[in-house]
Every structure is written in C-alpha cells, then in structure tokens.
C-alpha cells in the first residue's frame, strides 16, 4: 500500500513564539538571541519582518544590527518553546501514533493508516494546519508525500501557514529542479564535491549513474541516489517506541559527616558528572534537578529547581545543586549523605535544533567551568587536577545509581 506521510514544521519557530507571547513585536523586525548583551550573541531565530532584512540564523547580534539597526533583539524562553513543542505534538498525536521528532519544531507522521478515520493526507494536514494555528496561535509548514525525505522537501517550498503535495505524478517537477543540498542527508561537503562533477540539482543526483554514484560515495552514494529518485523507504518510528526515563540520579552517603560548603561542593561536583555521563548514555537532557540531603540525625530535605533551557553539563548541575543547598541547609547539623537526580527528562532527539544553538553557547560555559576548576586546583593545591582525580581524596564509598 502506497505510504502517506506528513512532514510538519513549525515556521520561524522561537520568534513565533515570542510574538505569540508578546503580539505588540509581530510587526516589528525582531531575532531572538543566545546572548543578548553581548554583541557576538548569535540569531537563534528571526521574524518575517526581520528575514525582510537579510537576518539569518547563526549570524551574530552585531551583524543582524549593521543590517537593520532597529532590530528588536529578544532572549531565548526555550521553557516555552518546549512547552509549544508538547502542545503541537498531542494535536499531531490525534491522528496517529507514528510521530517522529526531529528536532524541536519538526515532525514526520505516517498517516496511512488514518484515512479512513480522517480523510486523504492532505486534508489531515490542512487540519493540522489549521488546528495549530487556532490552538496554539502559531503556523506550520506541512509537506505530504510517499516518503520521509520528499514529505520533508514539501514542507520547506511553501511558507508559512501552507500544505504542500509532493505526489509521483508531480515530484519530477517539483522537487527535481531543488539544489541537492535541500535534501536532507547532503551536507555541505557533499555538495560541493557533488557540484564538481556536475551534479547541482536534486534531478542531476536521480540522472547520474548508480554505480558510478557508489564507486565515488560508497554506502551513501546509494541512498543519495535512492532518495532522489523517490525510493526512500526508511519509516517513521512509533512516538513511544522507546520510552526515555522520567529522571536519573545519583546518591552517595559518606564515609565521615561533612562540616561546611568547602567538603560538600566536591560531592556534588561528582554527582552531577556521574548524572551528566549517565544521561549522556541515555540520549536524554534534563529540564530540572532535585537535590536530597540527609544530615547526621538521619532527616531527610529535596529540594527541585528547572532550568530556563534543559541541560546536562555537568557544571550547569552541580552549580544548581549549590545554589539550592546554600538557599535551603541550615547546618544544625552536618550531611551525612547527598543525591542529586535530573527530572523531567527530553530525549535528545527532540532537541536536536537546541544543542545546535546550545553548541555555540557553550564555548562561553566551558570557560566558567575552568575557571571554576581552576579555583578548586588552587585550593586544593593539585598541579595536575582534574575532576576524577579531586574526587580520589574525597570522603566517599560506592554510590548508588537511580532510575526512574
Ligand atoms: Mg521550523
């Protein structure tokens, strides 16, 4: 049976939301930025009238500026934004169980089997289109084919606030005429090397000689040369295929009762690694941590703080389960024991647009987190420190790892 696929995404996704959240900027040219005081912030996002401009994502501030000196520059809310993605994904979820994330703002469904239910593809994702907007206040660019990689391609020819039919009948002259790094799985490498043998369009790539294509790209030359042609056959994976965990923690009772900030701080700077690497491991990103401390009487205190944007660096952790001590330990007693778990976990997957962005800004943490360590070698008074190897001289036995 043939397949019917959407393709959905979510148009100038951040900046919508912000002027969804704020209409007084809808009509003002404006870009939401990693980091707003500092003119080498990035453009996250921009707005139409700010694309009217030349704004591009991944441009700094100080560029975006030269181009349009009036340009509103906003903070990101990626609590809302997730928030956003959530909402979208349970009206996607009406028609179908297969639902794919990629990234925050796209999705892929297979809809063959809603028909009946729903109507054809395309009336589904004139549904869906009409649907987001009214319920969520935001727009959405929807692709229908027989594929993932064509359903994909359609969602980008026409926005926003549009559903485009990538059909067989129709795909030679719609897709075809493409550039080959519009599908998805060119990258700009590839590109370029495509280019110098000629091959510009999506068209040229599906006309080229197989064999010769894998001689040249080997495994990838194929399925380049597959997808071209239509014959994508990869599916959409099911939305609860692989339930991520709800959080991961860690705990550790220590070997002698711990008396000040001085000898907890290094516990928790080894909780939140262990947590970090467990949640690395897992594929998954936490939106908060909660932090239990047991003192010498054995009473037990949790405290939980969610983050502005979900993380798992191990310093973004352990500085958030300092702060949430510092505010909560009063020291009537010392600490017997300490844990800290990442809750409200997001699949990696789902935030793959986001650790792009998060990518650029975390040269800018990594600096914090040597300074910080650089502070601890001083105290500790260690030529050659490093995380592990603080944590040798510390108090504690076996920890304990937790699931849930
Ligand atoms: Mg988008």
New binding site residues.
């Given amino acids: 049976m043939e397949r019917i696929i959407l393709h959905c ?5 951040f900046a919508s939301v912000e002027c969804r959240d704020h209409p007084e900027l809808k009509d003002r040219p404006i870009a939401v930025c990693g980091s707003v005081e500092d003119r080498h912030g990035i453009v996250l996002a921009k707005n139409e009238p700010a694309k009217r401009f030349g704004i591009k994502t991944a441009e700094t501030v100080w560029q975006a500026k030269k181009k349009c000196p009036d340009l509103f520059i906003v903070p990101p809310h990626f609590n809302r934004y997730y928030y956003f993605s959530k909402f979208i994904k349970q009206i996607y979820l009406c028609y179908t169980n297969q639902v794919e994330s990629f990234g925050i ?2 999705c892929w469904l297979d809809v063959t089997g809603s028909t009946r239910l729903f109507g054809s593809g395309t009336d589904i994702a004139e549904e869906i289109r009409a649907r987001t907007k009214a319920e969520a206040g935001l727009t959405v660019s929807v692709g229908v084919s027989f594929n993932k990689i064509f359903a994909k391609l359609g969602s980008d020819l026409k926005k926003p606030d549009a559903v485009t039919q990538i059909s067989r009948e129709n795909f030679k002259q719609k897709i075809w005429p493409l550039p080959v790094d519009a599908m998805l799985g060119v990258g700009k490498k590839t590109a370029k090397r495509l280019k110098e043998l000629g091959i510009r369009t999506i068209g040229d790539l599906a006309a080229a000689d197989l064999k010769y294509m894998v001689s040249i790209f080997g495994k990838s030359g194929q399925d380049m040369w597959r997808n071209a042609n239509g014959l994508d056959l990869s599916e959409v994976s099911a939305a609860d295929a692989d339930p991520a965990p709800k959080s991961i923690g860690n705990s550790v009772t220590c070997v002698h009762d711990l008396f000040d900030m001085e000898e907890v701080w290094p516990v928790l700077l080894h909780l939140s690694e262990k947590i970090s690497r467990r949640m690395r491991d897992a594929g998954v990103i936490a939106s908060g941590i909660q932090l239990s401390v047991k003192d010498s009487r054995l009473h037990v205190t949790q405290h939980q703080v969610h983050f502005s944007a979900p993380t798992r660096l191990t310093m973004d952790l352990a500085a958030a389960a300092k702060e949430m001590f510092l505010k909560n330990y009063t020291w009537k007693s010392p600490v017997r024991a300490l844990g800290i778990s990442g809750f409200a976990l997001v699949p990696e997957s789902e935030m793959q647009q986001a650790s792009f962005f998060q990518n650029i800004l975390q040269n800018e943490k990594n600096e914090r987190l040597e300074s910080e360590m650089e502070t601890l070698r001083e105290k500790y008074g260690n030529a050659s420190i490093t995380r592990a190897a603080l944590m040798t001289s510390m108090p504690l036995p076996g920890s304990q790892n937790h699931e849930k």
């Fill in positions: 995404d979510l148009n100038n996704f703002d796209e």
